[in-house]
Every structure is written in structure tokens, then in C-alpha cells.
């Protein structure tokens, strides 16, 4: 869960982020289709691409000053 950032840093909230989800659904489908029906293929790039967001939320969110639903490039 990544924290709500009006909340003390030691609790945990979560949050509506449309722009966000619907981002991140995108590029998971992108991602799939551009594995041409590998399913191993498929797998191991959405992977990559978690563990890729994971990142970007950390140092963007976590650490950084933007709100999860402004992070929409992956």
C-alpha cells in the first residue's frame, strides 16, 4: 500500500487513484498483447514491469512529491 501523504508516517492509508489504475491497465495490456501469445513471455514482462512501478512509486510517491493518481508513465 503506498501512504497517503496528509497522514503521519506511521500509518498506512489508501486511496482512489482513477488516472493511476486505468494508466497502469493500459500498459499491463500493452505488455501482453506485445508478447504475440508467449504466455512466458507475457509473464516475465509483467514483472519487469512491477517490479518498474514498485520503483517509480517509491521515488516519485514515497520519496518524492507527486500524488500516486499524477503518475500515469511507465
Known amino acids: ?3 497517503k501523504k496528509s497522514l503521519k508516517m506511521d500509518q498506512v ?7 493511476y ?7 499491463i ?4 498483447n506485445d508478447a504475440g501469445g508467449d504466455l ?3 509473464f516475465e514482462n509483467v ?3 512491477i517490479s518498474q512501478v514498485k520503483g517509480t512509486l517509491t ?16
Open 59 to 74: 521515488d516519485e510517491a514515497i520519496m518524492g512529491s507527486k500524488n500516486v493518481n499524477e503518475i500515469v508513465d511507465f
Open 47 to 49: 514483472r519487469d514491469l
Open 13 to 19: 492509508g489508501h486511496g482512489s487513484h482513477p488516472q
Open 21 to 27: 489504475t486505468r494508466a497502469l491497465d493500459d500498459k
Open 29 to 32: 495490456t500493452q505488455v501482453i
Open 1 to 3: 500500500m503506498v501512504q
Open 40 to 42: 512466458d513471455e507475457a
